[in-house]
């Protein structure tokens, strides 16, 4: 099955930085990759997410990366704020179930 | 558009026992998939319902089942339920099931 790994685990930037998470996936098949927040207390909500045809997305301050020779993803957040602490998650999809990592807390600090 | 609803939030349980917990998809999305997200495991796919048929399954035992209504409300259950099914049990609802989803709440599950 999909395996999807996830790096860094835990990120600690200073307010205005940016931040850059980083996701590699083994299934050539898979061709949907979202990446969502979580908050605590709080259910997954969608950020951005990229499709297999496409190369890079941006929205805002937010913008994700897809090298499918690589079977690699990226996340980046630039002028990133306190509020953008939270948990984040790729994921990479040839279907219906999402294949998920581990997650990066990301804190931002003032 | 009101978002994915899900209930109980919170629901304590014995060894043993067993446990319903219902979902309500964004109108209009005909797609239900749960996941069980765990500090260990991290987020995990249970099963995805589409026009009430279970169409994936993922690697979970089969005290764990779900169902899915005419009106794409859907519920999961857990039978005989163990420590190790504490967890936060997450819904998510798509238009086709293929690509976007969106999540719910979530219910915690503490078993005892």
């Known amino acids: 099955g999909e395996n999807v790994e996830q790096h860094p685990s835990t990120l600690s930037v200073q307010e205005g930085d940016s931040a850059v998470i980083k996701c590699t996936y083994s299934?050539?098949?898979?061709?949907?990759f979202p990446w969502y927040k979580q908050e605590l207390g709080k259910g997954p909500q969608l950020i951005i997410d990229?499709?297999?045809?496409?190369g890079e997305k941006k929205d805002q301050r937010i913008a994700v990366t897809l090298n499918k020779t690589a079977k690699h993803f990226s996340l980046h957040i630039t002028e990133t704020q306190p509020e953008d602490s939270a948990v984040y998650f790729c994921a990479a999809s040839s279907g219906y179930a999402l294949n998920f990592g581990k997650g990066t807390s990301l804190l931002v600090t003032p | 558009k009101a978002g994915v609803t899900q209930t109980p939030r919170y629901l304590i349980k014995t060894r043993g026992q067993q446990v319903t917990l219902s979902c309500s998809p964004i109108s209009g999305h005909r797609s239900v998939s749960w996941y069980q997200q765990t500090p260990g495991q991290g987020l995990q796919f249970l099963f995805e319902y589409f026009s009430e048929t279970q169409r994936n399954k993922g690697n979970f035992p089969g005290r764990f089942s779900g169902r899915q209504f005419s009106n794409s409300r859907s519920e999961m259950n857990v039978s005989t339920l163990e420590l190790g099914d504490s967890a936060l049990y997450l819904c998510?609802?798509?238009?086709?099931?293929?690509?976007?989803?969106?999540f719910g709440p979530g219910t915690r599950l503490t078993v005892l």
């Open positions: 299934d050539s098949a898979s061709n949907y």
């Open positions: 998510a609802s798509s238009n086709r099931g293929e690509g976007t989803q969106y």
């Open positions: 990229i499709r297999s045809n496409v």
